[in-house]
């Protein structure tokens, strides 16, 4: 049938399965490891700047190890920052590609920009691990790389609200509407708390796990605790109220009571995480063990999994969309080759088809040119398909009568009269 080939479902939630789990391993990876980089390059810069403006050497030095930590290198760029996100939105894109979005260019912009900003800050690392000083040009081109990240991830959270809103694909040709939204500030938001906590969680890994201790003196280290519990702190203020705003603008098909209950989950676990940062700035010989980042860690598969969970519902419901447009398809290339499917069989229009059409030569109950129609349906009886066949080609049956002429029917009149004769039949019977 022409234009069937375009009438593909997408997977249903079920055949997702480990397609699910790796789509939930690749955001862990990439998402942490991209937030850790943007976050350690506007830190890094904000201290740089500060260090030259208040001589204190501290914020200079402070810039330098944040970046030096956070600054990555091209090889764990390319594995953590640049392949899961390719493998993302190939994923994405198998999903999405009946959308009718022009979602190429789309995804191809977010690993353009997000892989630029990556090297950008990349080269402000090296360059200030070079030489200990603000070059404007540098410093510029690490702003720009930000930048860039932050126009990568705020399309990409447009690019999961696709997923969530079917319905309006039909509406746009591009998704570029569809980047201003709530939905969209909610989720690049959440990205934005959640890169904040990370590059606390990071500075405060960096101090008091990696670093030697003679390496640094108190002072400094006392600042680098305020700064990095502070900042894992705002961070994490802000998840709570990003998923809140978030679960307002989705979908009430997507509000299921599972999904309630893994954002309560989150918030306890980011409130035991709070308790155990905070509790490091009144320890005397503070150290970060394995429990907050194991707080943190769970959290974002949490996070993760809800976004998985959203998906999931909203991929049932995008199924539904395109069956819906597959029938209006199929629908209008019926009417087109003049069958006029267009319209629903029902027993109603059969009936009004039975009164102009079949009573001059049938009744129900006594012969007329036809037999009765209470001999001859029952051997129809649940068979709306073959009763049917039989009216659009009739065919010789019954040597005591002349055979029944066609009656040039359309298919869909021809079945509204059948599910009529065998409703009407039972009712009579
Ligand atoms: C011009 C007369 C005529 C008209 C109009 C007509 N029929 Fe018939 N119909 C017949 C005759 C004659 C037979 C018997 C044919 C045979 O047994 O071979 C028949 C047989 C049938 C049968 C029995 C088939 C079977 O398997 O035994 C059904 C059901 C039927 N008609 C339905 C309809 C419906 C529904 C309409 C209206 C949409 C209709 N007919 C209009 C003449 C007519």
Same mark, same amino acid.
Request: glycine share 8%.
């Given at each position: 049938?022409?234009?069937?080939?375009?009438?593909?479902?997408?997977?249903?939630?079920?055949?997702?399965?480990?397609?699910?789990?790796?789509?939930?391993?690749?955001?862990?990876?990439?998402?942490?490891?991209?937030?850790?980089?943007?976050?350690? !390059?506007?830190?890094?810069?904000?201290?740089?700047?500060?260090?030259?403006?208040?001589?204190?050497?501290?914020?200079?030095?402070?810039?330098?190890?944040?970046?030096?930590?956070? !600054?990555?290198?091209?090889?764990?760029?390319?594995?953590?920052?640049?392949?899961?996100?390719?493998?993302? *939105?190939?994923?994405?894109?198998?999903?999405?590609?009946?959308?009718?979005?022009?979602?190429?260019?789309?995804?191809?912009?977010?690993?353009?920009?997000?892989?630029? &900003? *990556?090297?950008?800050?990349?080269?402000?690392?090296?360059? #200030?691990?070079?030489? /200990?000083?603000?070059?404007? #040009?540098?410093?510029?081109?690490?702003?720009?790389?930000?930048?860039?990240? *932050?126009?990568?991830?705020?399309?990409?959270?447009?690019?999961?609200?696709?997923?969530?809103?079917?319905?309006?694909?039909?509406?746009?040709?591009?998704?570029?509407?569809?980047?201003?939204?709530?939905?969209?500030?909610?989720?690049?938001?959440?990205?934005?708390?959640?890169?904040?906590?990370?590059?606390?969680? &990071?500075?405060?890994?960096?101090?008091?796990?990696?670093?030697?201790?003679?390496?640094? +003196?108190? +002072?400094?280290?006392?600042?680098?605790?305020?700064?990095?519990?502070?900042?894992?702190?705002?961070?994490?203020?802000?998840?709570?109220?990003?998923?809140?705003?978030?679960?307002?603008?989705?979908?009430?098909?997507?509000?299921?009571?599972?999904?309630?209950?893994?954002?309560?989950?989150?918030?306890?676990?980011? =409130?035991?995480?709070?308790?155990?940062?905070?509790?490091?700035?009144?320890?005397? $010989?503070?150290?970060?063990?394995? &429990?907050?980042?194991?707080?943190?860690?769970?959290?974002?598969?949490?996070?993760?999994?809800?976004? !998985?969970?959203?998906?999931?519902?909203?991929?049932?419901? *995008?199924?539904? #969309?395109?069956?819906?447009?597959?029938?209006? =398809?199929?629908?209008?290339?019926?009417?087109?080759?003049?069958?006029?499917?267009?319209?629903?069989?029902?027993?109603?229009? &059969?009936?009004?088809?039975?009164?102009?059409?079949?009573?001059?030569?049938?009744?129900? /109950?006594? $012969?007329?040119?036809?037999?009765?129609?209470?001999?001859?349906?029952?051997?129809?009886?649940?068979?709306?398909?073959?009763?049917?066949?039989?009216?659009?080609?009739?065919?010789?049956?019954?040597?005591?009568?002349?055979? =029944?002429? /066609?009656?040039?029917?359309?298919?869909?009149?021809?079945?509204?009269?059948?599910?009529?004769?065998?409703?009407?039949?039972?009712?009579?019977?």
């Amino acid at each position: 049938m022409p234009g069937d080939h375009s009438f593909v479902l997408m997977p249903a939630p079920s055949q997702f399965g480990v397609l699910g789990f790796l789509i939930i391993l690749l955001l862990l990876i990439h998402i942490l490891f991209a937030g850790l980089m943007m976050g350690g !390059g506007v830190l890094s810069v904000f201290f740089n700047i500060l260090g030259h403006i208040d001589k204190r050497s501290r914020f200079r030095r402070f810039s330098r190890e944040i970046i030096r930590y956070s !600054g990555s290198t091209p090889g764990a760029i390319f594995l953590m920052g640049f392949l899961p996100l390719v493998s993302l *939105m190939m994923l994405y894109a198998r999903v999405m590609y009946l959308s009718g979005l022009d979602i190429f260019h789309f995804f191809a912009f977010i690993i353009v920009h997000s892989t630029a &900003g *990556m090297l950008l800050i990349y080269n402000y690392k090296k360059g #200030v691990i070079r030489d /200990d000083e603000v070059r404007v #040009v540098r410093t510029g081109l690490c702003l720009l790389g930000i930048l860039s990240m *932050m126009g990568a991830y705020f399309v990409f959270a447009a690019s999961r609200i696709l997923f969530a809103t079917p319905e309006v694909w039909e509406l746009f040709r591009t998704p570029v509407p569809m980047l201003f939204s709530a939905a969209v500030a909610a989720r690049f938001n959440l990205f934005l708390t959640v890169s904040a906590t990370v590059t606390g969680t &990071g500075i405060l890994l960096y101090f008091f796990r990696w670093l030697p201790p003679m390496e640094s +003196d108190a +002072d400094y280290r006392k600042f680098a605790l305020r700064a990095g519990v502070g900042i894992s702190i705002t961070g994490v203020i802000g998840i709570p109220v990003s998923l809140l705003w978030l679960l307002t603008t989705l979908p009430d098909f997507s509000l299921s009571p599972e999904l309630i209950f893994i954002n309560v989950l989150i918030l306890v676990v980011l =409130m035991i995480y709070t308790l155990q940062i905070t509790g490091m700035l009144t320890s005397i $010989r503070p150290k970060l063990n394995n &429990g907050p980042i194991a707080m943190l860690l769970l959290a974002a598969i949490l996070i993760f999994t809800a976004d !998985g969970m959203i998906r999931e519902t909203s991929l049932q419901e *995008m199924r539904a #969309v395109v069956i819906r447009q597959g029938e209006r =398809m199929l629908a209008e290339q019926a009417e087109k080759r003049g069958i006029g499917a267009a319209a629903e069989a029902t027993a109603a229009k &059969g009936e009004e088809i039975f009164q102009n059409r079949c009573t001059m030569c049938h009744a129900f /109950d006594t $012969r007329v040119v036809g037999p009765p129609y209470m001999e001859t349906v029952p051997q129809y009886a649940g068979d709306v398909e073959s009763l049917t066949e039989y009216i659009l080609n009739p065919v010789k049956k019954n040597p005591d009568y002349p055979a =029944m002429p /066609d009656l040039g029917l359309k298919t869909v009149e021809a079945e509204s009269a059948a599910i009529y004769l065998l409703e009407e039949y039972e009712k009579r019977k």
